[in-house]
């Protein structure tokens, strides 16, 4: 694949401080809220009052992602990004300043009234946090981008969880002060590194702000809606915070009462964390530097596989109370769950990495900062649904004005269980709605099964954005598959209508939104209705991906190119990304055997296929016999 590392991101100016910031925001969040749990033990409150605290305190941080938010994503797209950066951070300097009076004065209102105001910073963030990285990064680099971000950010609520919790019990008498100098200072750095964060330009400087959040949330749900692939993707970003919530909101009791570890709740936290972080980097190498949204397929299922193996590997209570998580690993069956919650986190960084990097390069920068807001709109609803559900799926009944209404009263283990089913069931509901994301998963699999792609020159000359049209030589039935898999853009590939109409392939063809086309004696009308199409496609700013040969080759050479291209570029010269595939003649699918010979697995099995890309061509100059030349020196003499 690519010899690029997303790690490369964490050497350069225009990512490093904003990661930071972002993870840096996360921590800090975190060591005030089990800083707070810390002081009410400190207080000895009574449990009731304990009950009451982990009840509120959630309630009181995600109210301002309802109440605010559609102004949030307003001011995220109206100003400059990495000011309103150092606005949001500025602002938790003074929020963590009135947290640490709260925590001095051992004041539980002051506390909670800076919750408040935390959750208010954070509905600020949000927007810019994600509108930011199409500004800062090139298209091949969001999956790494955003997988660089999930990470920081579990890995920072994961430490931050650690580091707040354990301040009362190292710092003794002294935990008030240590838990306000601390949220402080964490703040000021962050401030501090806000400054290094270059200059990004706001999406909409022109946009007038509509302070009714009422009406403009209405109207930001509607814009993350627009799109079909970006609705669904946003639904699917909110499932995930559904699923992880029911899922981590109920680690704590299940380590207590079905792994023994009570104390030591945050271990399998800790692996579930680490998962999701592993899972989210490894997304760039799988993806091949593309928006790859085939993982998100992968990774639903997988959180249910592993998931459904949880509640089997542990149904009951634990056999043994009060472990360590030494003796804990000792118990029998005890690595099938450290595996299990190692994978689900796994699987769920499959799951939602592409799905941010889809809304980021489908959704216009105009609008994007808005379309995480109403995102961060419906988050908030399924994060709260997912608590009171999970909550009354555990309880046997409801009492209600003197009715008593008959609930599960499921365990733990249980509640896993329906959760499992339940997302393979939502999944298969998105993968139906927008067959898009099954058809990219199909691709991908018959892909890397099949071949090691190398690429050379795909990001240095595909253009970012904009129309173009890509023309390239002809060997097989999997040229569109192999090059849309190495192209960090969606391509609209123009291929002859019987490879089109191939069986199986022809769902995935239409579901790309592949133009068909016919030659001129064969099929005049299904011709101009591509000539159509195609002029379409490039007037709206896609990319378009011809194989200007017209067919499959015989002999593993490269036909003359065909007058097709110069009659697209007559009505509409866009730029011309001439490309080669290379070492595909021998492999399956070609036409170098027979038909029956055609089904057999290449040569050599994952053999590797290199994909080049030649500097773009001015389409006003551009000519077939031109154009055929560039491809044949870039293929050379490796059919």
């Known amino acids: 694949m690519s010899s690029h590392s997303q790690f490369v991101l964490l050497k350069q100016r225009r990512f490093l401080p904003f990661f930071l910031v972002q993870s840096l925001g996360a921590f800090n969040d975190n060591v005030y809220r089990q800083a707070i749990i810390g002081l009410l033990g400190f207080m000895s409150v009574s449990a009731q009052d304990k009950t009451l605290y982990t009840n509120l ?24 990004k990495s000011k309103l950066i150092r606005i949001t951070t500025t602002m938790e300097i003074v929020i963590m300043s009135l947290a640490a009076i709260g925590f001095l004065t051992q004041d539980l209102i002051v506390l909670l009234t800076a919750l408040f105001c935390t959750g208010l910073q954070s509905t600020l963030f949000g927007p810019v946090k994600y509108s930011i990285l199409p500004s800062v990064l090139k298209p091949e680099e969001l999956t790494g981008g955003n997988g660089l971000v999930e990470m920081g950010t579990s890995l920072s609520i994961l430490i931050g969880m650690i580091f707040g919790g354990l301040i009362f019990n190292l710092a003794g008498s002294h935990g008030p002060t240590v838990a306000a100098i601390a949220i402080i200072l964490l703040a000021i750095t962050g401030n501090l590194v806000s400054r290094l964060i270059p200059r990004a330009d706001a999406g909409a400087p022109e946009l007038k702000i509509n302070w009714n959040p009422l009406t403009e949330s209405r ?87 592993f998931l459904l193996d949880l509640y089997f590997a542990r149904s009951g ?48 920068k105009q609008e994007l900062a808005r379309v995480i807001a109403g995102m961060n709109i419906q988050n908030a609803g399924y994060i709260v649904l997912a608590a009171v559900l999970g909550i009354a799926l555990q309880m046997k009944e409801l009492a209600l004005g003197g009715f008593r209404i008959p609930l599960p009263g499921l365990t733990i283990p249980q509640l896993f269980l329906v959760l ?72 609209r590939f123009v291929m002859y209508y019987k490879i089109f109409n191939i069986p199986v392939m022809s ?121 055929e030349a560039i491809v044949r020196g870039l293929r050379g003499d490796d059919a």
């Open 57 to 80: 305190a959630p309630a009181i941080f995600i109210l301002p992602y309802f109440l605010f938010s559609a102004t949030a994503g307003q001011i995220a797209e109206k100003l400059e």
């Open 219 to 305: 109207t930001v749900l509607r814009l993350a809606k627009k799109q079909v692939a970006v609705r669904n993707s946003v639904l699917g970003v909110s499932w995930f915070w559904f699923f992880g919530t029911v899922l981590t909101g109920n680690i704590p009791t299940y380590a207590d009462l079905n792994l023994g570890i009570g104390t030591w709740y945050v271990f399998p936290l800790a692996l579930f964390s680490i998962g999701t972080g592993v899972g989210s980097l490894l997304c760039e190498r799988l993806s091949a530097r593309t928006v790859e949204i085939g993982l998100v397929p992968l990774g639903a299922f997988g959180m249910s596989a």
């Open 317 to 364: 209570v634990a056999p043994v109370a009060g472990l360590s998580v030494s003796a804990f690993l000792q118990q029998p069956g005890s690595w099938r769950i450290v595996i299990d919650l190692i994978g689900i986190g796994l699987f769920t960084g499959f799951f939602v990495v592409p799905l941010f990097a889809l809304i980021q390069s489908r959704t216009p």
């Open 420 to 491: 499992a089913i339940a997302n393979a069931v939502v999944a298969i509901w998105i993968f139906t709605l927008v067959p898009e994301f099954l058809m990219r998963f199909l691709s991908w699999v018959l892909v890397r099964f099949l071949y090691r792609l190398r690429l050379h020159g795909i990001e240095k000359h595909v253009p970012d954005e904009g129309p173009a049209l890509l023309v390239c030589n002809h060997v097989s039935y999997m040229d569109a598959l192999l090059l849309a898999a190495s192209i960090p853009r969606p391509v």
């Open 507 to 627: 769902w995935i063809f239409r579901t790309a939104k592949a133009i068909p086309i016919a030659g001129a004696k064969e099929d005049p009308e299904l011709m101009r209705r591509a000539f159509e199409e195609i002029d379409q496609a490039l007037a709206d700013g896609e990319i378009v991906g011809i194989f200007p040969e017209g067919a499959l080759t015989r002999d593993g050479g490269i036909a003359p190119f065909k007058s097709g291209v110069e009659k697209i570029l007559e009505r509409r010269p866009v730029p011309v990304v001439p490309m080669a595939l290379k070492g595909m003649w021998s492999s399956m699918w070609s036409r170098r055997d027979s038909r029956l010979g055609r089904m057999r697995v290449p040569r050599r099995f994952r053999a590797h296929v290199e994909v080049v890309a030649a500097p773009p061509v001015d389409g006003t100059t551009a000519t077939a016999e031109s154009l």
